[in-house]
């Protein structure tokens, strides 16, 4: 799973949806995988708007990783290579294979395999 | 109405589907998929038309045949099936996740546009397929003064098809059992196997009427070879 996958995926229960904490979910154990694909400027310059900034954030420092700016780039900033190249490897190249998602507000721990996370919920939670 | 004498009751809604649509859709994936591989042109339009950056999501998307009509937006898809999702996950710069429609992992108010392409029809109440809509128009962003609002396009199979080989036609039976026949391979001996998925078939303006007890507003919505689909919004200024 992308981590620009997870940066729009939120707890599966109901009752979570409204609770700021729910938000981001939470890598525990993530195996990380570098998948590269072709760097598409034009993409990652359409994506970055509707990049939820402080998600990223919170999840990039969880998974350990240094680089990513303290303020979504925007005007002059999205026309900078480097940035973008950085961003690309971040958000569309950066795979978690295994591990779990876990919701900061009910504790629940969906399991991610071979890079797909399973948001099935027991009927308890449904 | 239809009758409703393949309907279960409300407490084995759950374990009807997973035995009669989930299960079955397991099993047959691979086959499933090798004849799913062309995007019907309603839907390829509509993914076509999006502004490059959009977000979205798509509702079921079986082996993914529909993630690959325009590669400048970003869908995120989902499918109950585990061995769907893993066919649908080949599809860059998209993504999959494992999800049931009535409990979507994704924030309220946030998709530019949502599409769930013959899904609902395999919900077993009304309850469950209106149900399933309003959880599609919950992600979308509503309309403001300065931004429109998302768009979910909804393609559910008809039940008036009278040219197809099934033959179904106004004033059949809705709720139905519908086989799926995979042939025998030489290697496994050459017996056919028959998995049979249940199905709601929808009749004229039912589609619409759904969206609407969904709390949803209808922007567009028609017939394509054997389907209804809809065009759905949730009501914005430009609607109310």
Same mark, same amino acid.
């Given at each position: 799973?992308?981590?620009?996958?997870?940066?729009?995926?939120?707890?599966?229960?109901?009752?979570?949806?409204?609770?700021?904490?729910?938000?981001?979910?939470?890598?525990?154990?993530?195996?990380?995988?570098?998948?590269?694909?072709?760097?598409?400027?034009?993409?990652?310059?359409?994506?970055?708007?509707?990049?939820?900034?402080?998600?990223?954030?919170?999840?990039?420092?969880?998974?350990?990783?240094?680089?990513?700016?303290?303020?979504?780039?925007?005007?002059?900033?999205?026309?900078?290579?480097?940035?973008?190249?950085?961003?690309?490897?971040?958000?569309?190249?950066?795979?978690?294979?295994?591990?779990?998602?876990?919701?900061?507000?009910?504790?629940?721990?969906?399991?991610?395999?071979?890079?797909?996370?399973?948001?099935?919920?027991?009927?308890?939670?449904? | 109405?239809?009758?409703?004498?393949?309907?279960?009751?409300?407490?084995?809604?759950?374990?009807?589907?997973?035995?009669?649509?989930?299960?079955?859709?397991?099993?047959?994936?691979?086959?499933?998929?090798?004849?799913?591989?062309?995007?019907?042109?309603?839907?390829?339009?509509?993914?076509?038309d999006?502004r490059?950056?959009s977000?979205?999501?798509?509702?079921?998307?079986?082996?993914?045949?529909?993630?690959?009509?325009?590669?400048?937006?970003?869908?995120?898809?989902?499918?109950?099936?585990?061995?769907?999702?893993?066919?649908?996950?080949?599809?860059?710069?998209?993504?999959?996740?494992?999800?049931?429609?009535?409990?979507?992992?994704?924030?309220?108010s946030?998709f530019d546009f949502a599409?769930?392409?013959?899904?609902?029809?395999?919900?077993?109440?009304?309850?469950? =397929?209106?149900?399933?809509?309003?959880?599609?128009l919950?992600?979308l962003k509503p309309a403001s003064d300065t931004v429109p609002g998302g768009k979910a396009l909804?393609?559910?199979?008809?039940?008036?098809?009278?040219?197809?080989?099934?033959?179904?036609?106004?004033?059949?039976?809705?709720? =139905?059992?519908?086989?799926?026949?995979?042939?025998?391979?030489?290697?496994?001996?050459?017996?056919?196997?028959?998995?049979?998925?249940?199905?709601?078939?929808?009749?004229?303006?039912?589609?619409e009427?759904?969206i609407s007890?969904a709390g949803g507003y209808v922007l567009d919505s028609?017939?394509?070879?054997?389907?209804?689909?809809a065009i759905a919004m949730r009501p914005g200024p430009k609607s109310s």
């Amino acid at each position: 799973m992308k981590l620009l996958t997870a940066n729009f995926l939120t707890c599966a229960v109901k009752g979570c949806k409204a609770a700021a904490s729910s938000y981001p979910l939470h890598f525990k154990d993530a195996e990380l995988e570098l998948q590269e694909i072709d760097f598409q400027p034009e993409f990652i310059h359409n994506i970055i708007p509707r990049i939820d900034w402080e998600g990223l954030r919170v999840m990039a420092n969880e998974l350990g990783f240094p680089k990513i700016p303290d303020l979504k780039p925007e005007g002059d900033a999205l026309n900078d290579e480097q940035t973008m190249r950085d961003l690309h490897r971040v958000l569309l190249e950066t795979h978690v294979m295994e591990g779990r998602l876990c919701c900061g507000n009910c504790g629940h721990e969906y399991m991610i395999k071979e890079g797909i996370a399973n948001f099935l919920l027991p009927s308890h939670l449904v | 109405m239809a009758s409703n004498t393949l309907v279960p009751s409300q407490q084995e809604e759950d374990a009807y589907e997973e035995e009669n649509v989930h299960q079955v859709y397991q099993q047959i994936a691979h086959h499933f998929s090798s004849t799913r591989y062309k995007p019907w042109p309603i839907v390829k339009q509509f993914l076509t038309d999006l502004r490059p950056g959009s977000i979205g999501l798509d509702v079921g998307c079986g082996n993914g045949k529909n993630l690959s009509v325009n590669k400048d937006v970003f869908i995120v898809a989902s499918d109950r099936s585990v061995n769907l999702a893993r066919i649908a996950q080949a599809h860059q710069p998209h993504s999959t996740v494992v999800a049931d429609i009535l409990s979507l992992p994704h924030p309220n108010s946030s998709f530019d546009f949502a599409i769930s392409i013959a899904v609902i029809h395999h919900l077993s109440t009304p309850e469950r =397929r209106v149900g399933a809509i309003r959880e599609i128009l919950r992600t979308l962003k509503p309309a403001s003064d300065t931004v429109p609002g998302g768009k979910a396009l909804i393609y559910v199979w008809a039940l008036e098809q009278k040219d197809s080989r099934r033959g179904w036609d106004k004033g059949d039976q809705q709720d =139905r059992m519908v086989p799926w026949v995979m042939k025998g391979t030489a290697s496994a001996g050459s017996e056919p196997q028959v998995f049979h998925r249940y199905y709601h078939l929808y009749q004229a303006s039912e589609l619409e009427q759904d969206i609407s007890d969904a709390g949803g507003y209808v922007l567009d919505s028609g017939y394509e070879k054997d389907n209804w689909w809809a065009i759905a919004m949730r009501p914005g200024p430009k609607s109310s």
